[in-house]
Nanobody, 116 residues
Framework: QVQLVESGGGLVQPGGSLRLSCAAS????????ASWYRQAPGKERELVAT????????TYIESVKGRFTISRDRAKKTVYLQMNSLKSEDTAVYYC?????????WGQGTQVTVSS
């Protein structure tokens, strides 16, 4: 069964950290570009970070640069999003996505809430 399963979300205070994980199964994950998206209440889903390969620098939206880091463990078929210095505006459902030409896979999402 083709799956992307996110984990690691939760409630954290402003300034805190979380690490999201996205585990792939049922397909050849290394053939796909890995990305993290998020969707806040009442807003459209936005691309947060993308990792094409270990040889190419990841890309991030401006608002998370210097705070978030995307990484990938090919052996574990898992992509991570380390989120530091979290702000209230980072509150959203975070989705993992695997993309290759003509195909996009999505995880079910994990809620991140930043609040005191």
């Amino acid at each position: 069964q083709v799956q992307l399963v996110e984990s690691g979300g939760g409630l954290v205070q402003p300034g805190g950290s979380l690490r999201l994980s996205c585990a792939a199964s049922g397909f050849t994950f290394e053939e796909y570009v890995a990305s993290w998206y998020r969707q806040a209440p009442g807003k459209e889903r936005e691309l947060v970070a993308t990792m094409i390969s270990e040889d190419i620098s990841p890309t991030y939206i401006e608002s998370v640069k210097g705070r978030f880091t995307i990484s990938r463990d090919r052996a574990k078929k898992t992509v991570y999003l380390q989120m530091n210095s979290l702000k209230s505006e980072d509150t959203a459902v975070y989705y993992c996505s695997a993309i290759r030409p003509g195909e996009r896979l999505w995880g079910q999402g994990t809620q991140v809430t930043v609040s005191s």
